[in-house]
């Protein structure tokens, strides 16, 4: 009898020394790799989030920016007279439809115990009314200001006003900053034009 063991052969070949799979080496180096790849994509991920957040920061202060001038833009132009308060804080005389005058303030609130803290703010009534203030700007650093010009002379340049009776012009300096936990802070920084107080009258 003739038994065949060519098959049991290769199958043993198989089986021995000659199958063979990842070293050491080869496993610690693809994983090293692999943390790599991932360290890189999770990078630019949390970047391009941030940038996103920072974007519809500096939009969302933009449009608030815009928004409150265009407000204060209004009432100086309508003002028949002005109260010079402070820096930082000032009252308009305007008109009403029965041809009496009421009195709006604008300011920046730096009572750390207020609602509209560093807020640039209107307000209904004198400076110190104790009516509600409506936050125009949120997030106002505490370097703003209030300017105060003449009339424009022959000469150019910039000529400011020394008293309520030679101020003409209003300009505001201001800069909203928006911060994130994990994000820089989106500022917005805004010097508007001048306003002319087209019914006040002046003395220069």
């Known amino acids: ?36 790849v991932l360290a890189a994509v999770m990078s630019a991920f949390l970047m391009i989030g941030r940038t996103g957040y920072n974007m519809s920061g500096y939009s969302a202060v933009e449009a608030e920016v815009r928004r409150s001038l265009e407000t204060f833009a209004v009432d100086v132009r309508q003002a028949s007279d002005i109260h010079w308060n402070s820096d930082q804080s000032i009252t308009l005389v305007l008109p009403t439809a029965t041809n009496a005058t009421r009195l709006v303030t604008y300011c920046y609130d730096s009572d750390a115990s207020s609602g509209t803290f560093r807020c640039f703010c209107r307000q209904s009534g004198p400076a110190d009314s104790m009516a509600p203030k409506q936050a125009l700007v949120h997030g106002v650093a505490p370097d703003f200001l209030f300017r105060r010009y003449k009339l424009d002379q022959a000469g150019g340049g910039d000529s400011p006003a020394a008293n309520d009776l030679e101020t003409k012009q209003i300009q505001v300096n201001l800069r909203a900053v928006r911060t994130g936990v994990t994000t820089v802070a989106a500022t917005q920084a805004a010097i508007s034009a001048k306003f002319i107080l087209r019914n006040k009258r002046v003395s220069n």
Request: glycine share 6%.
């Open 1 to 36: 009898m003739i038994i065949s063991t060519q098959s049991i052969e290769r199958e043993a070949k198989c089986r021995g020394p000659f199958r063979r799979g990842f070293t050491l080496a080869e496993v610690i180096m693809a994983a090293t790799l692999s943390v790599l």
